[in-house]
């Protein structure tokens, strides 16, 4: 079992910036590749960003490249997403998940963790 904690979230206006965090606890962290996905309310759970298990790559959705980026830090076993510019459609709530099959990571249904999430929302 994984257990992820994310936090970070909030109310921002667009244009400003937030950065999340997500720690996990009960197994290896580096045995797992790691995604954030996020849900706005009555739509799907949409890729946002995903991150191999060095970190060496690193996957955006097209809608946030540039803006966002995902890091991880296996010596304390988090992931990060640094969210800037943000824009009044990034609204929702953001989930992190650990991936340890060779699923796509851009999959949500190919993740077995999640954690309960954190909201997002951001003001015109």
């Known amino acids: 079992q994984v257990q992820l904690v994310e936090s970070g979230g909030g109310l921002v206006q667009a244009g400003g910036s937030l950065r999340l965090s997500c720690v996990a606890s009960?197994?290896?962290?580096?045995?797992?590749?790691m995604g954030w996905f996020r849900q706005a309310p009555g739509k799907e759970r949409d890729f946002v960003a995903g991150?191999?298990?060095?970190?060496?790559?690193?996957y955006y959705a097209d809608s946030v490249k540039g803006r966002f980026t995902i890091s991880r830090d296996n010596a304390k076993n988090t992931v990060y997403l640094q969210m800037n510019s943000l824009k009044p459609e990034d609204t929702g709530v953001y989930y992190c998940?650990?991936?340890?099959?060779?699923?796509?990571?851009?999959?949500?249904?190919?993740?077995?963790?999640w954690g309960q999430g954190t909201q997002v929302t951001v003001s015109s």
């Open positions: 009960g197994r290896t962290f580096s045995n797992y590749r």
């Open positions: 991150i191999t298990w060095s970190g060496s790559n690193t």
């Open positions: 998940a650990a991936l340890r099959s060779w699923g796509n990571i851009m999959n949500a249904r190919e993740y077995e963790y």
